[in-house]
């Protein structure tokens, strides 16, 4: 495991989270055609519990790659916080987490983010659009359905966060 003392990345570190940053792209077109079902989450929760702070460079490779490939256009804008938010709540989660109940936390933390991705979403929209208040209520209202899906596959799909951080750790102890 990768110690957040240090800061300078590695020439195998880049490597790696340009190639896990990448694998979050392409997880997320070859779900695409699923609305608002995704591993994204599901990796953000993995690679902080792994790799902590530094979980950050795939999840922003993935940003950027999103947008370098569908275009740096305003619906793009809530990604530079929105997937920050989920690593943030995996930060503050103590370390200790007792291994039976960790697989538990993780999909509470990923369901959450996706209940709440609409009203995460909403501000930057709505000041991009020129929404009032009640406007952007309307907004978030409109898109609880896609929200509901969104955190009740999250749910789901955060079953794979364990498999996923055993998978890196042992990566790791192999490098």
Not at 6 to 22: H, Q, W, Y
Not at 38 to 55: C, D, E, Q, S
Not at 127 to 136: E, P, Q, S, T, W
Request: net charge positive; proline share 5%; hydrophobic share 60%.
């Amino acid at each position: 495991m990768h110690s957040d003392r240090r800061s300078k990345l590695t020439v195998k570190e880049v490597a790696i989270f340009a190639m896990l940053g990448a694998l979050m792209y392409a997880s997320k077109v070859l779900m695409d055609l699923l609305p608002n079902i995704h591993l994204i989450g599901t990796f953000i929760v993995a690679f902080t519990v792994v790799y902590r702070r530094k979980a950050l460079y795939p999840i922003y490779i993935f940003v950027f790659v999103t947008g370098l490939i569908s275009g740096f256009a305003t619906w793009w804008l809530p990604y530079l916080y929105i997937w920050t938010v989920l690593w943030a709540a995996v930060m503050l989660l103590p370390k200790n987490i007792p291994e039976k109940v960790k697989p538990i936390v993780y999909m509470v933390i990923c369901a959450l983010h996706g209940f709440l991705y609409g009203i995460l979403y909403a501000p930057c929209q709505a000041l991009i659009m020129g929404l009032d208040f009640k406007a952007m209520l309307l907004w978030i209202g409109s898109g609880l359905y896609f929200d509901l899906i969104h955190g009740i596959s999250n749910f789901f799909c955060a079953l794979l966060v364990i498999p996923i951080v055993k998978i890196l750790k042992i990566a790791e102890k192999i490098r």
